[in-house]
């Protein structure tokens, strides 16, 4: 018994911690095989749980600008989204040069890049962003800035161009290339974006002599792909976009700000399951459960799984899953 309740709280605690609450209100109505009995199945919507659990995963840093609720983000739609609370999740290949060891070191790293703050200016919406990297050797976190008008996008460079780009096309900048030797320019347009929907997309070149170095944008989407390989020392980067999470449609663990959100989904989903499953058991439950998050690509929540399958734990969610399993079992004998 302590074995299968803990396989099965190790599983979405790792996916999102609050969800053990739901797990909780399950297991506390099942065992192990045994049918799930409605309405008992169906969790409250306000389901107690400790208080410092509550601000589990929220990012406290995060600045959201009280302007930026004044303004009238529709008009930008057409070059990317542009609200407050915006992430992109990329996740690809990182090889390095460990100099610990002084081997060559291939990854797969994340990064994930969220809109913090948005103020229109002349030049455009200006667009502050912050980058956070997992498992990559150089960064944890860095910040930039872009701007966007109704028709471009700045690539970083501090000057609009303006949409649709063409292959060959340099892209402007506000500090010139006196030498004109490594221009930044478009090097090749795509017709679909990387999920195979028909929208241009652009690869922007801004190598130079010592490194291979381009992006690619596509309109209404952002940037797709951010690649990089020094010619010289071992370093390559290859990160690819596997979704865009909208602030106002999480879907996956990580989406959510608020432990209170991330449960209330859990209740949600958990208590439609069980109206589509009446007969569903709480195997059928973690089956289906873990197939959403691999349909959603919910990365961040399976590579937590894939490290606690890899012995690679938080101890402080360990810590957290054996109490509630000798919660549980205490119940149970009771």
């Not at 980058?131 to 008008?149: G, H, I, M, W």
């Not at 402007?172 to 028909?198: A, C, E, Q, W």
């Not at 071992?234 to 959510?256: A, H, Q, W």
């Not at 402080?316 to 205490?330: K, R």
Request: aromatic fraction near 10%.
């Amino acid at each position: 018994m302590y074995q299968f309740i803990k396989q099965h709280i190790l599983l979405f605690t790792l996916v999102g911690l609050t969800a053990v609450i739901v797990v909780m209100n399950i297991l506390s109505n099942s065992s192990e095989g045994s049918e799930c009995d409605r309405p008992e199945c169906h969790v409250s919507s306000d389901p107690p749980f400790p208080e410092e659990w509550r601000d589990y995963g929220s990012d406290k840093t995060m600045k959201i600008s009280t302007d930026s609720n004044s303004i009238d983000i529709s008009k930008y739609a057409f070059v990317m989204p542009v609200s407050v609370g915006t992430r992109w999740v990329y996740e690809g290949k990182r090889l390095f040069y460990d100099r610990a060891q002084e081997i060559n070191r291939e990854v797969i790293a994340q990064k994930i890049v969220e809109i913090i703050n948005i103020a229109e200016t002349e030049q455009g919406l200006r667009v502050d962003t912050k980058e956070t990297y997992t498992n990559d050797p150089d960064f944890t976190e860095r910040k930039k800035s872009y701007l966007v008008s109704e028709a471009g996008f700045d690539f970083g460079t501090g000057e609009i161009s303006s949409f649709p780009l063409v292959e060959g096309q340099e892209v402007r900048s506000v500090i010139p290339d006196t030498d004109n030797l490594y221009p930044t320019k478009v090097s090749k347009v795509h017709p679909v974006d990387s999920f195979g929907n028909n929208t241009p997309c652009y690869d922007i070149d801004d190598s130079t002599s010592s490194d291979t170095s381009f992006t690619t944008f596509c309109e209404g989407v952002g940037y797709v792909r951010d690649y990089y390989e020094h010619n010289g020392t071992p370093d390559e980067s290859d990160y690819l976009l596997v979704r865009t999470i909208d602030p106002k449609r999480p879907v996956c663990p990580d989406d959510f700000k608020t432990s209170e959100e991330q449960v209330q989904a859990i209740n949600n989903w958990t208590n439609q399951f069980f109206d589509k499953n009446p007969e569903g058991t709480m195997l059928d439950w973690v089956d289906a459960r873990l197939g959403f998050f691999q349909e959603n690509n919910c990365v961040e929540a399976l590579q937590r799984l894939k490290d606690a399958e890899n012995g690679n734990a938080d101890p402080e969610t360990m810590e957290a899953i054996d109490e509630v399993v000798d919660e549980l079992i205490s119940q149970t004998n009771n």
